[in-house]
């Protein structure tokens, strides 16, 4: 049996694989912390019997997809609420759907005192608690180890109320990725970094090369151009070889 359109279709089905990846990277340029997935593939060989005797076909597998977990530039953004995470590390949220995992670190305050991430998710502290800022702190400085002081109206001395939260994981490619660049820690362990950094003042930005993932879309689609090529020149090859099988029937 010819096994060309099916080895074709194979690389097309990996090459549609890699341009979703791409263009959810692509999406996500801007978005805060953000880490960029990848894809890895593989090919399977398979003993094909044919008129010529046996030969092998190699397929192309999706064979899975990985977060890449490299940081990301450190932007400066003079908010005493943002915060970077240096090196590895996440900061966790509380959402409806649970505790989540993030290395957005753009912080404000709620209406009710509450540190929260953007969308209004309090952010934890390290025995994922939340975090209250006092209505009459001035001003809020956060230390290399996450401990937050604030100054009070009328105190001489700032005070610490708390420390924000640094987890990692002894399985982070298990974490499970979600949106706005959070991950679901279900399948893996988290636990207290007890020498994560923190750097306020700042935020990390994305880890996508725009330019990078740009390239790789322009060779996607030279490279599915390609193969498409191939796929209707076997098939019209297919065709006239029956054309001329019924005429000389």
Same mark, same amino acid.
Request: a negative charge.
């Given at each position: 049996?010819?096994?060309?359109?099916?080895?074709?279709?194979?690389?097309?089905?990996? #090459?549609?694989?890699?341009?979703? #990846?791409?263009?959810?990277?692509?999406?996500?340029?801007?978005?805060? +912390?953000?880490?960029?997935?990848?894809?890895?593939?593989? /090919?399977?060989?398979?003993?094909?019997?044919?008129? &010529?005797?046996?030969?092998?076909?190699?397929?192309?597998?999706?064979?899975?997809?990985?977060?890449?977990?490299?940081? +990301?530039?450190?932007?400066?953004?003079?908010?005493?609420?943002?915060?970077?995470?240096?090196?590895?590390?996440?900061?966790?949220? !509380?959402?409806?759907?649970?505790? *989540?995992? =993030?290395? /957005?670190? *753009?912080?404000?305050?709620?209406?009710?005192?509450?540190?929260?991430?953007?969308?209004?998710?309090?952010?934890?502290? *390290?025995?994922? !608690? @939340?975090?209250?800022?006092?209505?009459? &702190?001035?001003?809020?400085?956060?230390? @290399?180890?996450? =401990?937050?002081?604030?100054?009070?109206?009328?105190?001489?001395?700032?005070?610490?109320?708390? =420390?924000?939260?640094?987890?990692?994981?002894?399985?982070? @490619?298990?974490?499970?990725? !979600?949106? %706005?660049?959070?991950?679901? &820690?279900?399948?893996?362990? &988290?636990?207290? $970094?007890?020498?994560?950094?923190?750097?306020?003042?700042?935020?990390? %930005?994305?880890?996508?090369?725009?330019?990078?993932?740009?390239?790789?879309?322009? !060779?996607?689609?030279?490279?599915?151009? @390609?193969?498409? $090529?191939?796929? %209707?020149?076997?098939?019209?090859?297919?065709?006239?070889?029956?054309?001329?099988?019924?005429?000389?029937?």
């Amino acid at each position: 049996m010819d096994t060309s359109l099916y080895v074709n279709l194979s690389y097309q089905s990996s #090459l549609q694989r890699r341009l979703e #990846l791409i263009a959810n990277n692509i999406a996500n340029v801007n978005t805060a +912390g953000f880490k960029g997935e990848r894809v890895m593939f593989d /090919d399977v060989t398979h003993k094909s019997a044919g008129a &010529a005797g046996t030969a092998s076909v190699s397929f192309v597998i999706d064979r899975a997809s990985y977060t890449d977990f490299n940081t +990301g530039s450190i932007t400066q953004t003079g908010n005493q609420f943002d915060v970077a995470v240096v090196g590895e590390g996440f900061l966790s949220v !509380e959402t409806p759907n649970g505790i *989540r995992y =993030t290395r /957005d670190g *753009r912080m404000n305050v709620s209406p009710n005192g509450v540190l929260v991430n953007l969308d209004g998710s309090p952010v934890l502290g *390290r025995a994922g !608690e @939340q975090i209250q800022i006092p209505e009459q &702190a001035i001003s809020v400085a956060i230390s @290399q180890s996450g =401990t937050i002081s604030v100054q009070l109206e009328g105190e001489p001395q700032p005070i610490d109320i708390g =420390t924000i939260g640094i987890f990692e994981f002894d399985e982070p @490619q298990r974490l499970e990725r !979600e949106e %706005s660049g959070r991950f679901n &820690a279900e399948d893996t362990f &988290a636990v207290n $970094k007890q020498d994560g950094q923190i750097q306020q003042f700042a935020i990390e %930005s994305s880890n996508i090369n725009p330019i990078k993932e740009i390239i790789k879309l322009m !060779e996607l689609s030279r490279a599915y151009t @390609q193969v498409s $090529k191939s796929s %209707s020149d076997i098939h019209d090859q297919k065709k006239d070889s029956i054309g001329r099988l019924s005429k000389n029937s």
